[in-house]
């Protein structure tokens, strides 16, 4: 099923999340277990997030250098394929312009029709510090607009190739917001009208970037509205959970850490966090089901602790 039919379905408070895979190497078990705790609260999706190649350098005994390209997380179709499998919840795997080719991301985007995934997150991401050369054959879509535009164009049966009889593609697409401006807009309003042109290339949603003060995401919706955009907007929520998150979140980010959670947090012990983080999430995810927004969108790192306990009494709101 569609995601925007899931949210435009919903009438009663639904939580969706989204996991990042494991590292290289690393076991799928602890996030299928993530999963089968959440599966208790009936997600109607789950984000599954993916990340660009990294290149790094090896010198060989000849004093050359090799060069080594890698992705750090590999594995989202795969990890997507196997949650629907297992557990009857539609994902959403994220793509990205940066680190794969428009080749690269037909494949990828042929895959997932195959596996009867329907949904798909269109990002820019970042480099990871690969480049990969660009040649007339080979190219890579600079920006969100021009993944989205791709996906358009292959829902209407239109490849990289001609091909004959090309069947077209059924995604849905989702694109990011924010709230508080992307950090490379030069204001909100351009930005704000910049997602108006991933939605008119396409977009069938907006999934927004986590945000701690309530009135900023609400004001974003207002703007959205008055330029046109109607489609569903999700609003984005993280837990805070250690005293570190009051830098990392920002610089990662770029999200403003309002100043009495980021005063209580610092008069606090660290064991104390999760609890402040756990109230100030609870009095948003209030703000917003009393603001008519009924599916909710939590981004979870490693632990689905924290949101589990959240969301048991999120239902108690409804």
Known sequence: MKVVDLLQNNDSPSISYEIVPPKRGGSISEILAIIEEL????????????????VYYEEQTNGSWRRHIKRKRPGTLGMCAA?????????????????????????????????GIQNVMALRGDDGGYHKPVSVDRTRNEYAIDLV?????????????????????????????????????????????????????????VTSQMFFDTSSFLSFVERCRDVGITVPIVPGLKILTSKR??????????????????????AARDDQIPEIGIRWAQK??????????????????????????LVRSVRKMA
């Open 149 to 205: 535009k791709q996906i358009s164009d292959m829902n209407a049966g239109h490849y990289l190739e001609e091909l004959i009889d090309a069947a077209p593609t059924d995604f849905c697409v989702g694109v990011a917001g924010y709230p508080e401006k992307h950090f490379e807009a030069p204001n909100i309003t351009w930005d704000v009208l910049n997602l108006k042109r991933k939605v008119d290339a396409g977009a069938d949603y």
């Open 245 to 266: 998150q009051l830098q990392t979140l920002p610089a990662k980010f770029q999200v403003e850490i309002p100043e009495s959670l980021a005063a209580e947090c610092e």
């Open 83 to 115: 949650i629907k499998g297992r557990f009857g919840i539609e994902t959403v795997p994220h793509l990205l312009c940066k680190g794969f080719t428009r080749e690269e991301s037909e494949d990828a985007l042929i895959e997932l029709n195959y596996l």
């Open 39 to 54: 599966s208790e609260f009936d997600p109607p999706f789950v984000d599954v997030t993916s990340h660009s190649a990294q």
């Open 284 to 309: 948003q995810c209030e703000e917003l089901l009393e603001a008519g927004f009924m599916n909710l969108h939590f981004y979870i790192i490693q632990t689905p602790e924290h949101v589990s306990k």
